[in-house]
Nanobody, 118 residues
Framework: QVQPVESGGGLVPAGGSLRLSCAAS???????????MGWYRQASEKQRELVAT???????SYADSVKGRFTISSDNRKIELYLLMNRLKPEDTAVYYC?????????WGKGTLVTVSS
């Protein structure tokens, strides 16, 4: 079992920055078992949407809405995932979820709330 645990959310003014982290707890496993890791978000009364993904090889992809502002990275040795969010906007307000894909199965964290004030 893999249990991602997010941290780093909070309240930040528009234009500010936050860094989210995600650590994988549970049964120890090999990074080579991991297919990809990513961040999703869900705003109030909206569907969950993809924010960014990263493979263990370092390939990244971003939603158009966050390109140039957010940076996803990972520490494969510790199996940790990060999301650096710059120039935050009120529309970035959402619960941010970490996901780890292992052997094709997606494991989700419980989320961390990011609130951007205008």
């Amino acid at each position: 079992q893999v249990q991602p645990v997010e941290s780093g959310g909070g309240l930040v003014p528009a234009g500010g920055s936050l860094r989210l982290s995600c650590a994988a707890s549970g049964t120890f496993f090999n990074i080579n078992d991991i297919n990809a890791m990513g961040w999703y978000r869900q705003a109030s009364e909206k569907q969950r949407e993809l924010v960014a993904t990263i493979t263990t090889g370092g390939s990244t992809s971003y939603a158009d809405s966050v390109k140039g502002r957010f940076t996803i990275s990972s520490d494969n040795r510790k199996i940790e995932l990060y999301l650096l969010m710059n120039r935050l906007k009120p529309e970035d307000t959402a619960v941010y979820y970490c996901t780890i894909t292992r052997f094709g199965i997606n494991y989700w964290g419980k989320g961390t709330l990011v609130t951007v004030s205008s």
